[in-house]
């Protein structure tokens, strides 16, 4: 199994202007994220401001808060997104998700600051006070300063939860579907615990999260050390190997070196004629030129010896592959029962292979003394908050190391039982103690591969750590109303703002979709209500045009036209809102629901004995503005994409009567094109005949524009009812509601009409383009993509 290799990472938003100081990137934040998240983080410190206070407790934010903290924040990313998408760039999401995070932890650390000055000052001005009261604030600025390393790092830890919801779902799925990249920021460095923690190392973060460490930097047990250690655990002193080779000579220069040089200055320390002195010292200056060459040699030699070597550490999951035999030998029990013989002899040998490294690796961390650390890390975990209020994580490493005797704990348990009145029984820690001492070899091994997997975890998490703080460090989050119109005035400023923040500017049209959609056999329906003695009007009404204005809003469209059997609506795209365009999907998703909403409506025609109404829907897309005159009041648009809709949402009588003859089609579109002669051609500039029988068909330019929209995957499947397989694009897109929508296109060819053909005619290498709504046709394309991913 080969082993994974990580992508490197720089986020120094290349190609962004710098701001009003010439250093840092100028974002401004949306108010209403602001005002939602300052709320919710003024609340969470009140919360736990009045922890343990009797008669002063408050409830924190509500879950009306949190979810308008959610959407507040979901709308400035979906905004970058959309604007990324335009510009190509692909660095104001980064910028927008960054810039958050900057703020909000830069705030928690403000209010964390303010409790500390208000409770300072609280009990510097009791100076008057009874003794109870002084005793009091003493008391809340001792617990204070015990819980504030903890109480930060929850208020951060629930702030970022809440983001990752949004991020992990539909900010995922919109980056996914327009830019092809779920995560341009790593999930884990967005949501890395070590950002939220006072100090990376902090000693709650590390046993939540990843493995408690040494704090002592001279402890062979802390984390430099341990990254020293496993950077060397499988060197091999090869002479085939020439980075070995060559790393082994600048460790024996080095060291040569650093000797000849200490035997100097010892030398020098016992010199007392003058020019014995002189020379001493002219030789330790030549000696310390060398060593510094010989130190950037060593270093340079060093790195490259660690990029071939070292690499493996840069993934945690590589720990499975390489060490975790006892995955792979549940692996191998199923596999057994499966009776797959092939995978059966490949886990044998992965087994053989991680056998041997995890050997190797436990003899050298028994070597290093390092084993026993490891195990008491996992050991003090279940009576670690037994004890938290009394002895701190370190400590109880330490006992369970056996750097601490037991006759010292015991005293240092009575001594606080003293203080607080309460019994603290030594025996928990004892038999923790002794479990550590003697724990089965097997267990050992567990141990180590867990503690393998997570020591790599923080090593990776440090990694983005840095990289989190370096692009923080970047940006300026502008709050300040005169900055903020600096940065504007100067065009340096970076604004992500929610849609109804936006300044009313004159929008411009950059293009447009037409929708038409035209009811089939209207004369007829018509003709049978009033047969009846029932009202068209509100028949039509009912069943379609009100359904049509409930769905506008959703999907950002207006009238153009409306007419007994048909409806012309529109969608723009403008100049001055990058997030909305999107417009031949949302036209797509607009029709695809209008037909939907259709269904539903002739169904209850059905059982109310009503006709049915069918359509035909064609999309047309116009790369352009379109022209307006004005009726009055009342705009009426030009464009010639209106005669384009009208052409794809038409349907041949002929057609129609030769495609009822065949059940269970999935497709609802055919076009014709016509020979040279027809009789038919050249009627109303015509080349073609289309059946369109509650189907929707998309204009070859309005599938190109599609493309640029949003990311669609290729596939092919066999459609119900057709002899051959269909070509089919899929992809998903935001509706104005933020809600992703799947879209499937069929690419058909058109045939030659041809009536003496089984299918009036031979297909041609030219294309058409239906959006799919058979439920079992779109239901194959979501199986296929799941199995794809």
């Given at each position: 199994m080969p082993l994974q290799r990580a992508v490197p990472l720089n986020f120094s938003f290349a190609g962004l202007t710098k701001g009003i100081d010439n250093i840092h990137f100028d974002v401004r934040l949306s108010p209403q994220f602001v005002g939602h998240a300052t709320r919710i983080i003024t609340s969470m410190m009140e919360q736990h401001a009045n922890q343990g206070r009797p008669g002063q407790k408050s409830p924190g934010p509500t879950s009306g808060d949190w979810e308008q903290f959610r959407t507040s924040y979901a709308r400035m990313v979906e905004g970058a997104v959309h604007r990324d998408k335009v510009t190509g760039s692909f660095t104001l999401v980064p910028l927008v998700q960054f810039a958050v995070m900057a703020f909000l932890l830069q705030y928690v650390q403000g209010e964390i600051e303010l409790m500390r000055q208000g409770l300072r000052a609280s009990a510097s001005s009791g100076?008057?006070?009874?003794?109870?009261?002084?005793?009091?604030?003493?008391?809340?600025?001792?617990?204070?300063?015990?819980?504030?390393?903890?109480?930060?790092?929850?208020?951060?830890?629930?702030?970022?939860?809440?983001?990752?919801k949004v991020e992990s779902g539909q900010l995922g799925d919109l980056r996914q579907s327009l830019l092809d990249d779920r995560w341009p920021v790593p999930?884990?460095?967005?949501?890395?615990?070590?950002?939220?923690?006072?100090?990376?190392?902090d000693d709650e973060v590390m046993t939540t999260h990843y493995v408690l460490l040494g704090q002592d930097q001279d402890d062979a047990y802390s984390f430099a050390a341990i990254d020293r250690f496993l950077a060397y655990l499988f060197r091999q002193r090869r002479s085939d190997d020439q980075t070995e080779m060559a790393l082994t000579r600048a460790e024996q220069v080095s060291g040569r070196l650093a000797t000849e040089l200490e035997r100097i200055r010892k030398k020098r320390a016992r010199a007392s004629a003058s020019s014995a002195i002189a020379s001493l010292e002219t030789r330790k200056e030549g000696l310390e030129g060398e060593i510094s060459k010989a130190t950037a040699e060593l270093d340079a030699i060093r790195a490259e010896y660690l990029k071939a070597n070292y690499a493996w550490a840069d993934v945690p999951a590589n720990v499975t592959t390489l060490f975790d035999v006892f995955l792979a030998t549940e692996q191998l029990r199923v596999v057994r029962k499966e009776k797959d013989r092939e995978r059966v002899s490949t886990l044998k040998a992965q087994i053989r292979f991680q056998r041997s490294l995890l050997d190797h690796a436990e003899r050298a961390f028994v070597d290093a003394g390092l084993l026993t650390p490891i195990i008491a890390a996992y050991e003090l975990l279940p009576t670690q908050r037994d004890y938290s209020s009394i002895l701190t994580a370190q400590q109880l490493h330490q006992l369970l190391r056996?750097?601490?005797?037991k006759k010292d704990i015991v005293e240092r348990l009575q001594e606080m039982g003293h203080l607080s009145g309460k019994t603290w029984p030594a025996e928990p820690?004892?038999?923790?103690?002794?479990?550590?001492?003697?724990?089965?070899?097997?267990?050992?091994?567990?141990?180590l591969v867990r503690f393998l997997k997570d020591f790599l975890t923080c090593r990776r998490d440090l990694s983005y750590y840095h990289l989190a703080q370096d692009a923080m460090n970047l940006l300026?989050?502008?709050?300040?109303?005169?900055?903020?119109?600096?940065?504007?005035?100067?065009?340096?400023?970076?604004?992500?703002?929610?849609?109804?923040?936006?300044?009313?500017?004159?929008?411009t049209i950059l293009n447009h979709v037409i929708l038409k959609a035209d009811v089939?056999?209207?004369?007829?329906?018509?003709?049978?209500?009033?047969?009846?003695?029932l009202n068209p009007a509100s028949h039509f009404s009912q069943?379609?045009?009100?359904?049509?204005?409930?769905?506008?809003?959703?999907?950002?469209?207006?009238?153009?036209?409306?007419?007994?059997?048909?409806?012309?609506?529109?969608?723009?795209?403008?100049?001055e809102t990058q997030e909305h365009r999107l417009c031949v999907?949302?036209?797509?998703?607009?029709?695809?629901?209008?037909?939907?909403?259709?269904?539903?409506?002739?169904?209850?025609?059905?059982?109310?004995?009503?006709?049915?109404?069918?359509?035909?829907?064609?999309?047309?897309?116009?790369?352009?503005?379109?022209?307006?005159?004005?009726?009055?009041?009342?705009?009426?648009?030009?464009?010639?994409?209106?005669?384009?809709?009208?052409?794809?949402?038409s349907c041949s009588w002929l057609l129609r009567k030769q495609r009822s003859q065949r059940n269970n089609m999935a497709t609802n579109v055919e076009v014709y094109e016509l020979p040279d002669g027809d009789p038919l051609r050249g009627e109303k500039g015509e080349t073609h005949l289309r059946y369109n029988v509650n189907g929707i068909e998309l204009d070859p330019a309005g599938f190109v524009k599609l493309q640029s929209e949003i990311t669609l995957q290729r596939l092919e499947l066999p459609a119900p009812g057709d002899d051959h397989p269909a070509i089919l694009h899929t992809g998903r897109y935001p509706d104005l509601k933020g809600t992703m929508q799947r879209l499937v296109i069929r690419e058909g060819s058109m045939r030659l009409l041809d009536l003496q053909e089984p299918n009036f005619g031979k297909p041609t290498t030219n294309s058409f383009y239906e959006v799919v709504t058979d439920e079992v046709l779109l239901n194959q394309v979501d199986e296929s993509v799941k199995t794809a991913q």
């Open positions: 100076g008057s006070a009874v003794d109870s009261r002084k005793l009091e604030h003493n008391e809340r600025m001792s617990w204070f300063a015990r819980n504030r390393a903890r109480i930060r790092y929850r208020m951060n830890r629930q702030l970022f939860d809440q983001l990752a999930q884990e460095a967005l949501c890395n615990p070590l950002l939220q923690a006072e100090t990376p190392f056996g750097n601490i005797s820690l004892i038999k923790a103690a002794v479990r550590t001492a003697s724990t089965p070899r097997r267990q050992r091994r567990e141990y300026h989050v502008l709050e300040d109303p005169k900055d903020v119109r600096l940065s504007q005035t100067n065009k340096t400023l970076y604004e992500f703002l929610a849609p109804q923040e936006e300044e009313a500017v004159t929008q089939r056999g209207s004369t007829t329906v018509v003709a049978e209500l009033r047969k009846r003695n069943n379609l045009f009100d359904p049509i204005h409930a769905l506008l809003e959703t999907y950002g469209a207006s009238k153009v036209f409306i007419e007994g059997d048909a409806v012309i609506l529109s969608l723009f795209e403008y100049q999907a949302r036209a797509c998703g607009l029709a695809k629901r209008l037909l939907s909403v259709l269904h539903a409506q002739n169904s209850l025609c059905r059982k109310g004995g009503l006709p049915e109404l069918e359509l035909g829907i064609g999309l047309a897309f116009g790369d352009e503005a379109p022209a307006f005159l004005y009726d009055g009041d009342s705009p009426i648009m030009i464009s010639s994409a209106i005669g384009k809709a009208d052409r794809l949402s």
